[in-house]
């Protein structure tokens, strides 16, 4: 199904007003789009320090990291990029030695090595934030397929994690939120890449300036999951008959009907 800037500015908004509607208003909706990000770092030393902590917390409660995270500035020099990328062999046996801190060698090994690639990066782009910028709305999947690629201990969702607590613009391709784009034509299979995923968000971003990502991506995956609704109205048996979106859906039109 091909959808026009137009056509896909109304989804937005009827997709806005159905999770209004069944949120219970205007402070559910407000409630549902409140997004916790962090602030942008101001430097690469930044960066490497949120990124470090987004590897440290997988798997661990936020609290545990948080209340050891004054020795890991201390033990990692204070998440200088330049001091960790020349660790040693000798450094890191120092650090499993650290009782203040979290000793997983896969974890401190990776740390190494991600400073050492922030430096790589530097020296192509100048900086990581210029690095970021490299990629587009339309271009996030790609991101997170780099720095993957590039970084030790990201997973799928340690880089969205990472990236938001930079005050990054990020989407979770969510079971859910893949089924809703999928029925909605804005993907061409039930298991997109990342790539197509970040796509689809991206054009209804453009479609309607105002909102973000992130924004879109709580919408699309409350519609299809009904986390924090009165129901879920996409689910893997959707309610059609209650939809606002049925216009705009190639499955309504072509299997329900």
């Not at 450094?91 to 401190?108: E, P």
């Not at 397929?145 to 990020?170: C, I, K």
Request: charged share 30%; glycine share 8%; net charge positive.
């Amino acid at each position: 199904m091909t959808h026009t800037d137009g056509d896909l500015h109304d989804l937005y908004l009827n997709l806005r007003d159905q999770i209004e509607e069944l949120s219970g208003g205007p402070g559910g909706l407000r409630r549902i789009l409140a997004i916790a990000r962090g602030r942008r770092p101001r430097d690469d030393d930044g960066y490497f320090e949120q990124m470090t902590w987004s590897v440290f917390k997988a798997g661990i409660s936020a609290a545990v990291v948080n209340s050891k995270w004054p020795r890991f500035r201390q033990a990692f020099c204070r998440f200088s990029v330049e001091a960790v990328a020349a660790f040693t062999g000798r450094d890191v046996a120092r650090l499993l030695r650290d009782r203040g801190i979290i000793r997983y060698r896969g974890k401190i090994e990776a740390t190494v090595h991600n400073a050492r690639t922030m430096l790589a990066i530097r020296d192509e782009d100048g900086s990581f934030r210029r690095y970021l910028r490299r990629y587009g709305p339309a271009e996030q999947g790609a991101l997170y397929a780099d720095l993957q690629r590039r970084f030790a201990h990201l997973g799928p969702y340690t880089v969205r994690t990472f990236l938001r607590r930079a005050g990054e613009d990020v989407f979770f391709s969510h079971p859910d939120t893949v089924r809703v784009l999928y029925r909605l034509g804005l993907v061409g299979n039930r298991r997109p890449t990342d790539e197509e995923v970040g796509r689809a968000h991206a054009r209804l971003v453009a479609a309607s300036p105002t909102t973000r990502l992130d924004e879109v991506n709580r919408l699309l995956t409350r519609l299809g999951s009904g986390y924090e609704l009165a129901e879920a109205i996409c689910s893997e048996i959707p309610k059609c008959h209650r939809c606002l979106l049925t216009y705009w859906c190639w499955y309504y039109r072509e299997v329900r009907t």
